[in-house]
């Protein structure tokens, strides 16, 4: 819901950065793997019992995740890059709920209601961008993106937040997981919802 307003406010900085560290020759996908490997240190982090430490790595691999489009931009975007970009948010969109099921076994079923949720999510939104790819259809209102970015009640931004709120109140968890949760699947469903009137022939 937040990320057509956050991106008109962060894509000038993020772009003059990338631009920089385009021309040091650093690459989008090197960018995209620093960033993954950020968010699994926050995972970890998390895991071990230090949440609010784990804000530090989490924060920096989601200023790296803007970066590496900024970096992509300012080079040259490639299918790949886009691929290995997703599939990095995922991972790391994953890794934080296991994380804080791991520190805290009376976490585990919220953690595991907020994965299916993120799952059913997941499947809406990339489920909508294959149909959308094979049909020609693009949008920039989530900015360039290498795939078609539907958007919904819960998007990145939400998401982010969301995980900000985890790390500094850990001991809310569990109801803070089952609400996420359940607005993620009332996304999933108005996405489901709004490909049913798009892509009916």
């Known amino acids: 819901m937040l990320d057509a307003a956050a991106r008109r406010l962060i894509d000038p900085p993020l772009n003059a950065v990338g631009r920089r560290l385009a021309a040091r020759g650093i690459t989008a996908n090197g960018v995209t793997l620093v960033g993954l490997a950020l968010g699994i240190l926050a995972a970890v982090t998390i895991a071990l019992g230090a949440a609010g430490w784990a804000l530090v790595p989490l924060l920096a691999s989601r200023l790296a995740d803007g970066l590496d489009g900024a970096v992509a931009r300012a080079t040259r975007k490639t299918d790949f890059g886009g691929y290995l970009d997703i599939w990095a948010d995922f991972l790391f969109y994953g890794a934080v709920p296991f994380a804080f099921a791991l520190a805290d076994p009376a976490n585990a079923t919220a953690a595991a209601f907020l994965l299916l949720s993120f799952y059913v999510n997941g499947t809406s939104f990339l489920g909508f961008a294959a149909m959308a790819g094979k049909r020609g259809l693009e949008t920039t209102a989530q900015g360039s993106k290498?795939?078609?970015?539907?958007?919904?009640?819960?998007?990145?931004?939400?998401?982010?937040?969301?995980?900000?709120?985890?790390?500094?109140?850990?001991?809310?968890?569990?109801?803070?997981?089952?609400?996420?949760?359940?607005?993620?699947?009332?996304?999933?469903?108005a996405r489901v919802l709004n490909a049913r009137n798009i892509l009916t022939d």
């Not at 569990?174 to 993620?184: K, S, T």
Request: hydrophobic share 55%; glycine share 10%; aromatic share 18%.
């Open 146 to 189: 290498s795939l078609y970015y539907s958007s919904g009640l819960l998007e990145g931004t939400e998401t982010i937040a969301f995980f900000v709120l985890l790390c500094l109140a850990p001991a809310w968890f569990v109801p803070l997981a089952f609400g996420f949760g359940v607005l993620c699947l009332v996304t999933a469903t």
